[in-house]
C-alpha cells in the first residue's frame, strides 16, 4: 500500500525566505508525486507532478520539487516566498500506468511573515 | 466547461436526512473521482468512475453512501440519513489520463 507523510504541519517563514515543505512516501514501486495547493475554501491546484521523466521538476509559482529514490522523498521548495504562497499544500502519491486514485498527505499550512 | 464544478457549494443537513452532491466534470474527462476532506486533513478516496462505469468504491466509508455517473459525465454522490462524522468537504475530480486530475472547489457539508 502506498502512503505519503508530510514532515511538520505548519510551516512558518519569513518574505523573501527559502520555503521548503517535505514529503516522503512509501511505495513498492516507482510512483507519481504530485503537489497540489489548497488557497481557503477551495479546490486543489495541481503546482508540479513527477511522472518518471526529469527528476527536477519545475512548477507554478515558482515551485520546484526533487524526486530522490534513494530518499523516497520528493520535497517542495521556492527561493523566495511571497506573502501570496500563504496556503495549504498537499503532497500525494499515485501508482503508475493506472490506479488513479491519489493518496494524500495530511497537508502543510504554510505561512509567511512581513 | 471550463473547469470541475460541484453543486451546492455549501450544505447543512440534519442527522438523518438524505442529501445529493453534485459533480460536473471538464468535458471530455472520461476519469471521475470523489474525495471526502474532514477538517485538518488531506483527501481521502472515496470512489472512481471510468466513464459510467464505477470501477473503485473501496473508499467509501458505508453503505450508507452511494455514487453514480450513468451517462458517464455528470456524477451525483448521495448519502442516507446523515450523521455528524460525515461533516467534511467533499471534493470531485476529473482526469483525461492518468497523470493529472483536476478538482472542484467541493461542497462543504456540515450536519447538525
Known amino acids: 500500500a502506498q502512503s505519503v507523510t508530510q514532515l511538520g504541519s505548519h510551516v512558518s517563514v519569513s518574505e523573501g525566505a527559502l520555503v521548503l515543505l517535505r514529503c516522503n512516501y512509501s511505495?513498492?514501486?516507482?510512483?507519481?508525486l504530485f503537489w497540489y495547493v489548497q488557497y481557503p475554501n477551495q479546490g486543489l491546484q495541481l503546482l508540479l507532478k513527477y511522472t518518471s521523466a526529469a527528476t527536477l521538476v519545475k512548477g507554478i509559482n515558482g515551485f520546484e520539487a526533487e524526486f530522490k529514490k534513494s530518499e523516497t522523498s520528493f520535497h517542495l521548495t521556492k527561493p523566495s516566498a511571497h506573502m501570496s504562497d500563504a496556503a495549504e499544500y498537499f503532497c500525494a502519491v499515485t501508482p503508475p500506468m493506472g490506479g488513479n486514485k491519489l493518496v494524500f498527505g495530511a497537508g502543510t499550512i504554510l505561512r509567511v511573515k512581513s | 466547461g471550463a473547469g470541475v464544478s460541484q453543486s451546492p457549494r455549501y450544505k447543512v443537513a440534519k442527522r438523518g436526512q438524505d442529501v445529493a452532491l453534485r459533480c460536473d466534470p471538464i468535458s471530455g474527462h472520461v476519469s471521475l473521482f470523489w474525495y471526502q476532506q474532514a477538517l485538518g486533513q488531506g483527501p481521502e478516496f472515496l470512489t472512481y468512475?471510468?466513464?459510467?462505469?464505477?470501477?473503485?468504491k473501496s473508499g467509501l466509508p458505508s453503505d450508507r453512501f452511494f455514487a453514480e455517473r450513468p451517462e458517464g459525465s455528470v456524477s451525483t454522490l448521495k448519502i442516507q440519513r446523515t450523521q455528524q462524522e460525515d461533516s467534511a468537504v467533499y471534493l470531485c475530480a476529473s482526469s483525461l489520463t492518468s497523470s493529472e486530475a483536476f478538482f472542484g472547489q467541493g461542497t462543504r457539508l456540515t450536519v447538525v
Open positions: 511505495s513498492s514501486v516507482p510512483p507519481y
Open positions: 468512475f471510468q466513464n459510467e462505469a464505477q470501477l473503485d
